[in-house]
């Protein structure tokens, strides 16, 4: 079965209205297309969909740290609270200060993950104190954290000195012209946004607003989510990566990112794990991508020279089911085949 077979027949399941795909090489795209709608009662997905990325905004603003390291602006172990120090929203003081870049990069700094902090945090300041005060675990290990990368973010900010959707913009976006990626889209682009969910929370349809509710109370633009991109867009991401950095960081910069292990997690990416991944049954143990929570996903494999971008609105109209899980392996399945028969 073809990658656009499988999406067809998981839309017609009630999957997701609507998605994206590309697949290719070093060289270009190989496979492409898009089907569905952006709602289920919407207009027809189309080249200029913009997709809320979700968690897939984490590695990439992991590759806008990364860019900060090579130019000797942060280092890995660099620490919060020498970026972080206070007055505000400090960690002077606090059991956060010592946590280095290198931990959050890899969910290993022992801030517990998928806090749901919005709940009590009705603003931006709020919930940045919250951070501050969220407790850390008692014991080490690898624990997915989007509240680390919240912080990231804020350290990135800080070693650059320039606000966390500029940086992104001028590390990363612009040398690679991803023209349509960004934190907040203008309200006159959010009608070409894929809708997700029918927020209880919000009480409407979300569609051209960040759908993880952490990232709408921090103002849209945080290290863990908020990013809306193009299909082209995360293509020319795909490929960029294929030929090692092409312009955004070096190979060897790269290298590290992507090959330094801490369990199943690289720097700001997610390694393969065998027939486990979402990235598939047939990638090599080279292969690592990243997943966004509203259906979304960016794989590349250097030893196979393939990556795949796969967008969708899983999320809407609600974020109950869990079909996407095999959608995903199945879709890599097939693409990986077909890019390299």
């Known amino acids: 079965m073809t990658a656009g077979r499988i999406l067809a027949s998981a839309r017609d399941k009630g999957e997701f209205s609507g998605a994206a795909w590309a697949y290719g090489t070093s060289a270009g795209p190989v496979g492409r297309d898009t089907l569905g709608t952006l709602r289920w009662d919407g207009a027809p997905v189309g080249d200029d969909t913009l997709w809320d990325l979700a968690s897939l905004t ?21 620490t919060v609270v020498s970026h972080l120090p206070g007055p505000g929203f400090g960690y002077a003081g606090t059991d956060k200060a010592g946590i280095t870049v290198f931990e959050l990069l890899t969910h290993t700094s022992r801030i517990p993950g998928q806090q749901p902090l919005y709940r009590r945090c009705p603003t931006r300041e709020d919930l940045l104190d919250a951070l501050v005060r969220l407790p850390l675990r008692e014991r080490p290990g690898v624990e997915y954290s989007s509240q680390g990368f919240m912080i990231l973010g804020l350290v990135a900010e800080s070693a650059a000195g320039v606000p966390l959707d500029q940086l992104v913009r001028e590390r990363v976006t612009t040398p690679l012209g991803m ?12 009608a070409r946004a894929a809708a997700t969910e029918d ?6 349809v979300v569609q051209g607003t960040v759908h ?64 486990l991944s979402s990235g598939g049954d047939l990638l090599t143990a080279s292969a690592y991508g990243h997943n966004g929570f509203t259906g979304t996903s960016l794989w590349v494999d250097p030893e196979l020279d393939f990556y795949a971008v796969l967008l969708t609105n899983r999320v809407h109209p609600s974020r109950a089911s869990d079909g996407i899980a095999r959608i995903r392996r199945t879709f890599h399945n097939a693409a990986v085949t077909r890019a390299l028969a």
């Open 212 to 275: 993880d509710e952490n990232a709408e109370v921090l103002g849209g633009v945080a290290g863990h989510a908020g990013m809306f991109g193009t299909l082209d867009d995360l293509a020319r991401l795909g490929q960029a990566l294929c030929r090692g950095g092409d312009g955004v960081i070096a190979p060897r910069t790269l290298a590290v990112m992507t090959g330094t292990r801490t369990g199943a997690r690289a720097l700001a990416w997610q390694g393969h794990e065998s027939h």
């Open 58 to 78: 984490k590695p990439i603003v992991g590759l806008a740290v990364m860019a900060l390291v090579e130019t000797g602006e942060l280092t890995l172990d660099d």
């Open 199 to 204: 927020c209880p929370w919000r009480g409407r």
């Open 179 to 190: 023209d349509d990626t960004r934190f907040l889209l203008p309200e006159h682009e959010r």
